[in-house]
């Protein structure tokens, strides 16, 4: 009898605080709901309202993030500006919660996260990519597309997360950034020094003719052995004697 009673007490008590919890679970979100209206009312931007609320509640910033999304879907970039602005940090709930209350298409969600926090740009492509594995690649081209001073780190960062797509990426960052391939050879032979030939037969595959010598000096400087370089270049169906002359 006495075990029954304490299971019909510890029942009760759960109860009320699991509805204890919902109240004020309900009373926190008016409260901050309030606050959010009131401030937008007085003409102050959502943007500068939402960061001002994350500035001063950061225990509440995923609350404070949701009710923005809600009650202004409209201004859903200004609602990641501010976000961002507060706390860089709050990356991965932004791009959640945006695509959550789908405020707006992926690829307009990314652009307006990178362009709001550019040197979180990878944690975005990552955070974005983990909630819609299937749209990766476009949410990838979108980034590099969006902030191509990024590219370096948005594809080193990709590539360590999806290394079996190893080629793949790459390949992607060299077709849709021709201009940086410079840049984007030196950044991958440098974070991936062990796949320097791997890295030779991805570019030679995603670029124009024109780039190849270009490809064969920054693996060369990058260690890989020239001979090397060139037999995989002729392999790829380019003439040996032009590779002699031009290769460093």
């Known amino acids: 009898m006495k075990n029954k009673t304490l299971k019909i007490f510890w029942g ?18 008016k409260f901050l709901s309030k ?33 923005a999304f809600t009650q202004y879907p409209s201004d859903y970039r200004q609602v990641i500006r501010g976000s961002l602005n507060a706390n860089p940090n709050y990356a991965d709930e932004v791009i959640r919660l945006a695509m959550q209350h789908e405020v707006a298409q992926c690829n307009d969600i990314i652009k307006a996260a990178i362009k709001a926090e550019p040197g979180y740009a990878d944690d975005i492509v990552l955070a974005a990519s983990r909630l819609h594995p299937d749209d990766r690649d476009h949410i ?11 590219a370096p780190t948005i594809v080193t960062t990709t590539v360590k997360e999806y290394p079996d797509d190893f080629d793949q990426l790459l390949s992607i ?13 030196q950044s991958v032979f440098a974070n991936f020094s062990d796949s320097g030939e791997e890295i030779v037969e991805v570019a030679l595959k ?10 064969i000096d920054q693996a060369v400087k990058a260690g890989v052995n020239k001979d ?6 002729v392999k790829a169906g380019y003439e040996k004697d032009n590779l002699v002359q031009h290769a460093p």
């Not at 500035?55 to 009710?67: A, F, M, N």
């Open 206 to 215: 995603s670029v124009d003719k024109q780039h190849v010598n270009t490809i």
């Open 35 to 67: 606050l959010m209206s009131k401030s937008v009312e007085k003409e102050i931007s959502v943007e500068r309202t939402v960061s001002s609320l994350l500035k001063r509640y950061p225990d509440l910033h995923e609350s404070i993030i949701d009710l």
């Open 173 to 185: 960052a060299f077709t849709e950034l021709p201009e940086m391939l410079d840049t984007l050879l």
């Open 12 to 29: 009760i008590a759960i109860a009320l605080t699991v509805n204890g919890a919902v109240n004020a679970q309900g009373s926190q979100n």
């Open 140 to 150: 990838y081209i979108t980034a590099l597309q969006t902030k191509p001073v990024m």
């Open 228 to 233: 090397k370089a060139i037999d995989i270049a």
